[in-house]
């Protein structure tokens, strides 16, 4: 049996190999994909979702547009310059279009009504800004024992990639990962910077995603500029697939391996901001952490699953 999930995403590069990586498991089956402001805005990351979805052959899954800004305090940063413009490195109109229009209702009433609607727990997975899924647990807590985990890609024990301290999902909202990260109701997994600027898939493995075929193709075409923004910035042919790595967390649990500890997040306005900082004798509640892996299987079983797509 499949565990359900939804997944929280603003497509963005590494948003897509990561939902492609969802859709080629069979252990995992997509109930929803909500969507958040991001990497771009959310007209685009809407659109890229349901682009990604046709290009799989997935139209049955249903999207649904959330949040275009922060909970508080306006969005200070975007990433084009690692996604392009669109958010799928100049690929967006290469993509079949969407083939069904966003569900009306919405990213929060749609994740509730998944939840409500299913036989067994669901595993949500934001791999973007955490303002849906604050929402949701602000207007729905009497859902909450329907969520088995929040699996997040977000955050940063040591430095940050938007600022010198902070995580760029964090950073584009801090209110709202503060408001996920503390509480008590929902076991929360954060699969941080740390591990995921680790897993750096390299040529050799770009190169056998472009030639698995025209699904995986399309997907390397995508990739292309933001690998070439990592060699401008970083001076290296590497990408990190950030996103990927929380949904592989999802998708085969204990993947990644965890160390639990109390995380808070600075939500001042100072250059901090956005900061997740672990406080090892705090009183909160404890997120479990995923700090270490076997980071070459972690890239081996992404490639594998990926190129079955095709
Ligand atoms: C995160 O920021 C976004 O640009 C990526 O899609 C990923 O979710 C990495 O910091
Ligand atoms: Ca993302």
Redesign the pocket.
Known sequence: MSTPIVIDT?P?V??AVAIMLALASPEVEVRAITTVFG?VALESTTANAGRILALCDRADVPVAAGAARPLVHPQRER?QQ??GGDGLGGRASALPAPAAEPEARGAVETMAAVLRASAEPVTLVP??PLTNVALLLAVHPELTSRITRIVW?GGSLGAG?TSGAA???AHCDPEAAHRVLTQADVPVTMVP?DLTLRCPAGPAWLDSLAGAGPRCGELAQVIAHYRAAYRARYGMDAVAV??AVAVLEAVLPGTLRTTAMPIEVACDLGPARGATVAMPLGPGPSVQVALEADTDAVLTEILERLSRLN
């Open positions: 603003d963005g590494d948003d990497n990433a690692w996604h791999i973007g890609m990639n995580e760029f999902n910077l950030h996103d």
